[in-house]
């Protein structure tokens, strides 16, 4: 085991025996990537937030369920990402909403960075994370999920596979498939600042 | 994925990365953080131990209360052992598969449950298909008792699906609240360990020795128990 997930695993164990303490080491080790994970699948940040909320929530209630001396950190992931679907077919429900006069919000779509579209900064460094967010924001979720996991969030395939309940085949082949799109989307934009330009795939009610 | 490795596409997405800093724990989780208590964790092997032995009991029951099948002693006694270890190997491999993480990890792999549950009915099928011993004068055919091979599946059916609907009620208790992902390859593979045991009584006790009816009615139970579990756990785990 690494030494991130020995720490990880130390500190859950520790917050299973009833230390408080080892909650907030917790969740200050991890809170942050599992939030880009979840902003990369959402993509907004304070629906991300939301949710990452409610995933420590369960994982402070399923606790009891965590085998000592496991990693949990891919645990976490599973229990976030689960959470996060929910939130999404939620949103799917509602994804219209109306205005007071009954016209449809035209809201301001939100960037999977948490800055609004508009808002965005255009240096030069924040225009290329933000270029690359957007060529992923438009690859289909199952794509994106298997390249976050794998590539972003240094999770092997066999951990990527149980987080999302799949197999690790069929992460290899999204995985896989995720690089055919983003090097035709790369090809096709030519320069990341126009990549940047692409659609966003979500936009929010 | 090496060979999918791209050092622009990798080099572009760590663009991506950049660390987003996250908000404090909500009142809520302070909340249920601040009135902390010590919890009893999981094992390894906890939940697989429970479904084993008490999964087994109406089994074990039953091979005490009938009696054995009568052409027993007059099979090939390789075909006996190779049947049931290949029976015996579907039940524990599909069981651990579907209920012990591997180590060092908290979930049970849904793919590899699937995957092995899914090797080991194959295999038991073929062996079925395939092999199949009949006793002349003392192995019974359906016809021999008065059935068609259509109606002398029911009973035999019927006990390997109720032996695998108390392995997949037992495995619903005790993944309640466990498996945030995954519910359908690890109810096909609790499926298939109990109809797997199912098929290891019946290989000792059923009589009825004709290549259809071990295949449609304990093979072919065992394959609709798992295919039950995969639909069981998936609408009732994913809640």
Same mark, same amino acid.
């Given at each position: =085991?690494?030494?991130?997930?020995?720490?990880?695993?130390?500190? =859950?164990?520790?917050?299973?025996?009833?230390?408080?303490?080892?909650?907030?080491?917790?969740?200050?080790?991890?809170?942050?990537?599992?939030?880009?994970?979840?902003?990369?699948?959402?993509?907004?940040?304070?629906?991300?937030?939301?949710?990452?909320?409610?995933?420590?929530?369960?994982?402070?209630?399923?606790?009891?369920?965590?085998?000592?001396?496991?990693?949990?950190?891919?645990?976490?992931?599973?229990?976030?990402?689960?959470?996060?679907?929910?939130? =999404?077919?939620?949103?799917?429900?509602?994804?219209?909403?109306? $205005?007071?006069?009954?016209?449809?919000?035209? +809201?301001?779509?939100?960037?999977?960075? +948490?800055?609004?579209?508009?808002?965005?900064?255009?240096?030069?460094?924040?225009?290329?994370?933000?270029?690359?967010?957007?060529?992923?924001?438009?690859?289909?979720?199952?794509?994106?999920?298997?390249?976050?996991?794998?590539?972003?969030?240094?999770?092997?395939?066999?951990?990527?596979? =149980?987080? $999302?309940?799949? $197999?690790?085949?069929?992460?290899?082949?999204?995985?896989?498939?995720?690089?055919?799109?983003?090097?035709?989307?790369?090809?096709?934009?030519?320069?990341?600042?126009? $990549?940047?330009?692409?659609?966003?795939?979500?936009?929010?009610? | 994925?090496?060979?999918?490795?791209?050092?622009?596409?990798? @080099?572009?997405?760590?663009?991506?990365?950049?660390?987003?800093?996250?908000?404090?724990?909500? #009142? @809520?989780?302070?909340?249920?953080?601040?009135?902390?208590?010590?919890?009893?964790?999981?094992?390894?092997?906890? #939940?697989?131990?429970?479904?084993?032995?008490?999964?087994?009991? /109406?089994?074990?029951?039953?091979?005490?209360?009938?009696?054995?099948?009568?052409?027993?002693?007059?099979?090939?006694?390789? /075909?006996?052992?190779?049947? #049931?270890?290949?029976?015996?190997?579907?039940?524990?491999?599909?069981?651990?598969?579907?209920?012990?993480?591997?180590?060092? @990890?908290?979930?049970?792999?849904?793919? &590899?449950?699937?995957?092995?549950?899914?090797?080991?009915?194959?295999?038991?099928?073929?062996?079925?298909?395939?092999?199949?011993?009949? #006793?002349?004068?003392?192995?019974?055919?359906? @016809?021999?008792?008065?059935?068609?091979?259509?109606?002398?599946? /029911?009973?035999?059916?019927?006990?390997?699906?109720?032996?695998?609907?108390?392995?997949?009620?037992?495995?619903?208790?005790?993944?309640? &609240?466990?498996?945030?992902?995954?519910?359908?390859?690890?109810?096909?593979?609790?499926?298939?360990?109990?109809?797997?045991?199912?098929?290891?009584?019946?290989?000792?006790?059923?009589?009825?020795?004709?290549?259809?009816?071990?295949?449609?009615?304990?093979?072919?139970?065992?394959?609709?128990?798992?295919?039950?579990?995969?639909?069981?756990?998936?609408?009732?785990?994913?809640?």
């Amino acid at each position: =085991m690494d030494p991130e997930a020995l720490a990880a695993s130390e500190a =859950m164990a520790r917050y299973c025996d009833g230390e408080a303490a080892a909650f907030h080491r917790l969740y200050a080790m991890l809170a942050p990537r599992v939030l880009g994970y979840l902003a990369g699948l959402l993509g907004e940040r304070a629906a991300a937030e939301d949710v990452l909320q409610l995933a420590f929530i369960k994982v402070h209630d399923a606790r009891g369920s965590y085998v000592r001396g496991a990693n949990p950190i891919p645990w976490i992931y599973t229990i976030a990402h689960r959470t996060c679907l929910d939130e =999404m077919r939620r949103r799917k429900r509602s994804r219209l909403r109306l $205005t007071k006069d009954g016209e449809l919000r035209a +809201g301001a779509a939100a960037h999977i960075t +948490g800055v609004a579209e508009e808002a965005r900064p255009l240096e030069d460094d924040h225009a290329s994370a933000a270029a690359a967010m957007a060529a992923l924001e438009r690859l289909p979720d199952n794509q994106r999920q298997a390249l976050m996991l794998t590539k972003i969030h240094g999770r092997t395939v066999a951990e990527a596979a =149980m987080i $999302t309940g799949t $197999t690790p085949g069929a992460i290899k082949l999204r995985a896989h498939r995720a690089y055919v799109t983003l090097r035709g989307l790369l090809g096709k934009a030519g320069s990341p600042a126009q $990549t940047e330009k692409a659609q966003p795939r979500t936009e929010l009610a | 994925m090496k060979s999918e490795d791209s050092p622009e596409i990798d @080099e572009y997405l760590l663009r991506s990365a950049r660390q987003v800093p996250a908000p404090p724990p909500s #009142a @809520e989780i302070l909340k249920a953080v601040g009135a902390i208590e010590p919890v009893r964790t999981r094992t390894r092997f906890g #939940a697989f131990l429970i479904v084993a032995t008490v999964g087994a009991i /109406w089994p074990a029951y039953t091979l005490i209360r009938f009696p054995l099948r009568r052409d027993l002693g007059a099979l090939p006694a390789p /075909w006996v052992a190779i049947g #049931a270890a290949l029976w015996a190997a579907t039940l524990v491999l599909s069981l651990a598969a579907a209920l012990v993480p591997a180590r060092g @990890e908290v979930l049970p792999s849904a793919g &590899r449950a699937a995957r092995i549950s899914a090797i080991a009915m194959g295999l038991v099928l073929a062996f079925t298909a395939v092999w199949t011993a009949f #006793a002349p004068g003392v192995s019974l055919r359906p @016809e021999d008792v008065g059935k068609t091979l259509i109606q002398s599946c /029911w009973g035999c059916g019927k006990y390997v699906l109720q032996v695998a609907a108390i392995f997949m009620v037992l495995g619903l208790v005790l993944l309640r &609240r466990v498996l945030p992902v995954g519910g359908r390859g690890v109810g096909l593979a609790v499926g298939a360990a109990g109809g797997a045991l199912g098929g290891l009584a019946l290989h000792l006790l059923c009589p009825i020795a004709t290549t259809g009816h071990v295949l449609l009615s304990h093979g072919g139970a065992m394959v609709l128990a798992s295919l039950a579990g995969a639909l069981i756990f998936q609408g009732l785990l994913g809640r």
